[in-house]
């Protein structure tokens, strides 16, 4: 198993942006995602630049929403996806329950510890999301479960509006499992997204440009025992791009990178192994690969 779950608040998952079109576009065939493409149930990235250290988790797996959410969507088991950020003092663990063929988002915790504490629910439909935003009384709840926290307690509706008919509405978290899932394979492929952030919808664009020579390091651990990948490989570059709803060319900020964003596919093991992009203060920065844990040998 991967060690405990830290990034950075950079990493940190929340509703974000998106891409593509305008609202009055419906969309193209949409590929479907597949997660019997997806091998890996943890990855572990780390990105270093100037006095910035950080390192990220993330898991995946199946399994059907809470019981305390009261729902249960027609369809397949729902894929869960885990991020865990740390940045100085501030953590923050984000979990995801996506439809594994379209990365609709059917609920989002998130939790926030460090200078303050917060747990912040999002439970989404098809016309908006309903938040709830809980705070530990003192101190010592907070290493309680949040549902027993007796501070402030907030309970939100927020209707999405206007929208492009025939998407699912995710969040930009979902996009690190849609581009492994979904056959972008080869330069020219690719897929759109309509993704909730910030409170508006935004559409997002996935599009494989290139092939690109990266050499690496990294763990891996199988079934079979535990090896170091080193030298080059051959990744995939996906790009990540966002437009308004009327269109407009805007910046997607996803995982706290933002400006020109790439993820770096293993095109074998359906992993990004690097993402790049810009941070404020430090500029352009990579997010690397560490270790990876497998479902089977590849």
């Known amino acids: 198993m991967i060690p405990s779950l830290l990034l950075l ?39 270093s630049k100037l006095l910035l250290t950080a390192r990220a988790d993330v898991e995946l797996s199946r399994a059907p929403l809470p019981s305390s959410d009261g729902r249960r969507p027609e369809g397949p088991t729902p894929v869960v996806l885990r991020l865990g950020s740390s ?22 915790e998130r939790r926030e510890r460090g200078r ?11 016309a908006g999301a309903t938040v709830t935003t809980r705070e530990p009384g003192d101190d010592a709840q907070a290493n309680a479960d949040p ?13 999405f509006g206007p929208r ?13 499992y849609l581009a492994a899932a979904l056959p972008l394979d080869a330069p020219g492929d690719e897929a759109t997204f309509l993704v909730y952030s910030r409170q508006r919808l935004m559409l997002a664009k996935l599009r494989a440009e290139e092939w690109v ?25 996906l790009s990540v791009a966002a437009n308004t709803l009327d269109g407009a060319a805007t910046d997607l900020k996803l995982f706290g990178l933002e400006g020109d964003i790439g ?19 430090v500029g352009s920065i990579n997010i690397e690969l560490k270790e990876v844990v497998l479902n089977s040998a590849r």
Request: charged share 25%; glycine share 10%; aromatic share 8%.
């Open 87 to 108: 940045v100085l003092s501030k953590n923050t663990v984000s979990t995801l329950w996506l439809d594994p063929e379209d990365g609709r988002t059917y609920l989002q």
């Open 9 to 47: 608040t950079a990493l940190a998952v929340g509703p974000s942006a998106g891409p593509a079109a305008g609202p009055s576009a419906g969309p193209a065939a949409a590929p479907v995602a597949d997660p019997a493409r997806v091998p890996w149930t943890e990855l572990r990235y780390e990105a």
């Open 213 to 237: 020579d990266l050499d690496l390091r990294f763990a891996e651990e199988t079934p079979a025992g535990r090896n170091l990948r080193q030298g080059p490989l051959r990744t995939l570059r």
């Open 147 to 159: 549902s027993t926290w007796t501070g402030r307690s907030e309970e939100e509706r927020r209707d």
């Open 116 to 126: 303050s504490d917060e747990a912040r629910t999002y439970r989404y439909d098809g």
């Open 263 to 281: 993820f770096f596919l293993d095109p074998q093991r359906r992993m990004p192994v690097r993402i790049s992009g810009k941070m404020p203060i």
């Open 164 to 176: 492009p008919e025939g998407y699912g509405v995710t969040v930009p978290g979902a996009l690190l």
